[in-house]
């Protein structure tokens, strides 16, 4: 088989782990809204020129540029039914790109800045039972350690209940140290940072202690590679750490973080590594499966999920793509 199109991978069963509700909406959406609620401070109400502007992706983009668009996409999240209509298309936006499982269950993230999350914390667990599935803070890592929040953190791990932390993505191996030793997370929100801890030399790779420890313990990373690329914590995909990753065996996910701000999807994400990499079908269901074993859902629904809608639905593609090969 070759080169793997983006029409074939929009056609897998794909999950995902990192997609930000306020940084999915669609461009229409948000004009629309903002017009129905007298919101006047977006650039352009041209919605066309209105997802060019949200796309940051001019040189020397860095995250405060990427954040900017946040203040019109919540500002036009504020009421039930604004709410309500945002994650209904994204479930919509989501399904049509072949994603069968993503966290529109719904995750809470607090903000580091902030001083609420023990508070949003709380939330989450009040609604474990109504369509939440874990809690996550968010936001910027520089002197915003996740240490700071640890009674959220407690809060979470006392109830039992689901834990991931955005680390390593804008600073390095200290997030990510804290985030997993301290903070106890089940997932790092980005994470790439842990590169910072391979070194090459005549054997090969040599892991540090803390990558050998997140390797080892199987700990998933909520990889992003065109916002990461997008905010400068990677040059270009082709120069983006998911490979070496990938390649090491770390518990590697592929995710969108925010389809508005870098004007993707799951699939092109997919199809823009595919093809830097030479990523296989194979490995798109590798990627895939760790995703979904990576899950906040129970461990009998993500075995249903993988072996019942995931695995078939790769082996169907292949046997449709590659015509008498044995699946």
Same mark, same amino acid.
């Given at each position: 088989?070759?080169?793997?199109?983006?029409?074939?991978?929009? /056609?897998?069963?794909?999950?995902?782990?990192?997609?930000?509700?306020?940084?999915?909406?669609?461009?229409?959406?948000?004009?629309?809204?903002?017009?129905?609620?007298?919101?006047?401070?977006?650039?352009?109400?041209?919605?066309?020129?209105?997802?060019?502007?949200?796309?940051?992706?001019?040189?020397?983009?860095? @995250?405060?540029?990427? @954040?900017?668009?946040?203040?019109?996409?919540? $500002?036009?999240?504020?009421?039930r039914d604004e709410l309500e209509r945002v994650a209904h298309e994204c479930a919509l936006d989501l399904a049509r790109d072949g994603v069968?499982?993503?966290?529109?269950?719904?995750?809470?993230?607090?903000? /580091?800045? $902030?001083?609420?999350?023990?508070?949003?914390?709380?939330?989450?667990?009040?609604?474990?039972?109504?369509?939440?599935?874990?809690?996550?803070?968010?936001?910027?890592?520089?002197?915003?350690?996740?240490?700071?929040?640890?009674?959220?953190?407690?809060? &979470?791990?006392?109830?039992?209940?689901? @834990?991931?932390?955005?680390?390593?993505?804008?600073?390095?191996?200290?997030? &990510?140290?804290?985030?997993?030793?301290?903070?106890?997370?089940?997932?790092?929100?980005?994470?790439?940072?842990?590169?910072?801890?391979?070194?090459?030399?005549?054997?090969?790779?040599?892991?540090?202690?803390?990558?050998?420890?997140?390797?080892?313990?199987?700990?998933?990373?909520?990889?992003?590679?065109?916002?990461?690329?997008?905010?400068?914590? $990677?040059?270009?995909?082709?120069?983006?750490?998911?490979?070496?990753?990938? /390649?090491?065996?770390?518990?590697?996910?592929?995710?969108?973080?925010n389809r508005l701000m870098s004007g993707i999807t799951l699939s092109s994400e997919f199809a823009d590594c595919a093809a830097a990499f030479?990523?296989?079908?194979?490995?798109?269901?590798?990627?895939?499966?760790?995703?979904?074993k990576s899950a906040f859902y129970g461990f009998t629904d993500r075995l249903a999920l993988i072996d019942g809608v995931i695995k078939p639905?790769?082996?169907?593609?292949? $046997?449709?793509?590659?015509?008498?090969?044995?699946?």
């Open positions: 088989m070759g080169a793997l199109t983006l029409e074939t991978i929009r /056609r897998a069963p794909k999950v995902l782990l990192h997609d930000h509700l306020d940084g999915g909406l669609r461009p229409a959406t948000v004009a629309e809204l903002a017009r129905e609620s007298g919101y006047a401070k977006l650039p352009t109400y041209d919605v066309e020129e209105l997802a060019r502007w949200f796309v940051v992706d001019e040189p020397g983009a860095d @995250l405060v540029r990427y @954040l900017q668009g946040f203040a019109h996409t919540t $500002a036009v999240m504020q009421t069968v499982y993503a966290i529109v269950r719904a995750l809470l993230s607090a903000m /580091r800045q $902030a001083e609420l999350s023990e508070t949003i914390a709380q939330v989450a667990v009040d609604f474990r039972d109504e369509g939440v599935c874990g809690f996550d803070i968010a936001g910027p890592e520089d002197g915003f350690p996740p240490t700071k929040h640890l009674r959220a953190f407690h809060l &979470i791990q006392r109830e039992d209940f689901h @834990l991931t932390i955005h680390a390593g993505e804008a600073f390095g191996l200290p997030s &990510i140290w804290e985030a997993v030793q301290f903070c106890n997370a089940e997932r790092l929100g980005h994470g790439v940072r842990i590169v910072d801890d391979l070194t090459e030399g005549p054997g090969g790779t040599r892991l540090g202690r803390l990558s050998s420890y997140v390797r080892d313990r199987r700990i998933p990373l909520e990889v992003c590679p065109t916002s990461n690329v997008h905010t400068g914590a $990677a040059a270009s995909i082709a120069q983006h750490p998911i490979e070496r990753l990938r /390649r090491l065996r770390f518990r590697v996910t592929v995710n969108t973080d030479a990523w296989t079908l194979e490995d798109v269901q590798w990627l895939t499966i760790n995703a979904a639905g790769f082996a169907a593609l292949r $046997a449709e793509l590659e015509p008498g090969r044995e699946v």
